[in-house]
């Protein structure tokens, strides 16, 4: 299927960073680099599900396949009412630039079903599941497509896709990433993408001079990457996070939050409003608030043209997948935050699952220092690269991620000869 161009912040920031690539080395092809835009594959499905009150309905299923000239497609799943092509195609996109930026050998992917998972019983989330995973077919494995967990997917459905697709592909552990320990999962996979913020903001306040003692955090979200990256943050660095929020509002604490007890007032309560030990405000407020490190860790577009000149961070560190619009980035840029983008620093997820995919296929096991040894020489390797591309061409931290991305990747298309 041939894409369209959409100028989706992803779209234009890679088109952005050809120009410096074409700086570095003006002979790469400019009609290759533009064709990066594109996705390779793009996949629609209508999947059958029968209701438990016997009524038939379907679903729409995505996975769109962005790039794999350095390895397999690998990106998420997410089961979610907004999910659609042009998100699945960004996000593939994404995947594409933060697989490269990271120097791991995949290519980038992403899909999901058009559902809400809270209106489903758990019989009709796993036939959904199932009949999702028959109609991908041989489009997904090992060595082509990898999937992994996204917004309300999990271990549990990675584990029936596993089931699903090794009935004709024997015991295939390695078709997805984020499986249950039991099922060839990887340890230290849960805690990845929080561990892998909390890097990244270590190493963006060394950079930056900012004392990480006391430092104050705020994150937007309060699910599995807020959740682990504020307790890393706090124990492992020494900061003071302030405010976390949840789909229903925000909990604010200038004194900093009780973490265990947000933690479990939440697992209660499923919201953060009326939690005693913080101040109950909007997730508006909350990006707005007062702060050091701005840690926006929910789903996209949390920072726009309208809030971008009301933040009040030093540094912003992209716990979300496209969570900036192009414009308020350079809204960010002009007031001297400093960014660490999402394809850096949300990267300790797919870096994880890297790490379980290769114990997949050698089938063998490593313990959880290693994969934290593992992860943190991966991350600084990363973040180092940008920062020293983003100080030899004078442009942001964004720009030299993508700059990265965008020649690793022309220089694996030229060497194949696609």
């Known amino acids: ?39 390779k594959r793009e996949i629609i499905v209508e999947v059958p599900l029968r209701r438990d009150d016997g009524k038939y309905a379907t679903f729409r299923g995505y996975r769109v396949q962005h790039n794999d000239a350095r390895g397999p497609f690998k990106g998420g799943l997410r089961y979610h009412p907004t999910v659609d092509l042009h998100e699945a195609r960004t996000l593939a996109h994404l995947m594409s630039m933060k697989t490269a930026v990271m120097n791991i050998p995949f290519g980038g992917g992403k899909g999901g079903i058009a559902c809400d998972p809270k209106q489903l019983s758990l019989r009709e989330l796993e036939s959904l599941t199932r009949s999702f995973t028959n109609l991908l077919g041989d489009n997904i494995g090992p060595l082509t497509d990898i999937p992994a967990p996204d917004v309300n997917t999990n271990a549990q459905v990675m584990a029936w896709i596993v089931d699903e697709y090794s009935k004709k592909h024997a015991h295939a552990w390695g078709v997805v990433t984020g499986k249950p320990l039991e099922l060839g999962g990887s340890v230290g996979r849960d805690e990845a993408t929080g561990r892998g913020v909390m890097i990244a903001t270590r190493e963006a306040c060394r950079e930056r001079e900012i004392d990480l003692k006391g430092a104050r955090v705020i994150f937007q979200g309060f699910g599995n990457v807020a959740s682990f990256g504020a307790r890393l943050v706090q124990e492992e660095l020494g900061c003071k996070v302030l405010g976390v929020s949840g789909s229903l509002g925000a909990a604010y604490n200038p004194l900093g939050l009780d973490l265990q007890a947000a933690l479990a007032y939440y697992g ?54 496209d969570c900036t619009e192009a414009d308020a980035d350079e809204v960010l840029r002009d007031r001297g935050i400093f960014v660490v983008p999402d394809i850096l620093a949300n990267a300790g997820g797919v870096v994880v699952s890297y790490f379980e995919w290769v114990q997949n296929l050698n089938n063998h096991y490593w313990g959880i220092e290693q994969v934290r040894k593992e992860l943190t020489r991966i991350m600084v390797e990363a973040y180092q690269t940008v920062s020293a591309r983003a100080q030899q061409l004078g442009i942001s931290m964004r720009m030299a991620a993508y700059t990265v991305a965008i020649e690793r990747i022309a220089r694996a298309m030229i060497l194949r000869g696609l």
């Open 268 to 321: 209660e309560h499923k919201m953060l409003k009326g939690f005693p030990g913080g101040e109950s405000i909007t997730n508006e407020e909350l990006l707005e608030a007062d702060c050091d490190i701005l840690i926006p860790a929910a789903l996209g577009n949390a920072i726009t043209l309208k809030n971008a000149s009301k933040i009040r961070a030093q540094i912003v560190i992209e716990g979300a997948n």
């Open 1 to 39: 299927m041939t894409t369209t161009l959409t100028r989706d912040a992803v779209t234009t920031f890679t088109l952005a960073a050809i120009s410096h690539v074409m700086r570095l080395d003006a002979r790469i092809d400019p009609d290759l680099l533009h064709a990066m835009v594109r996705s």
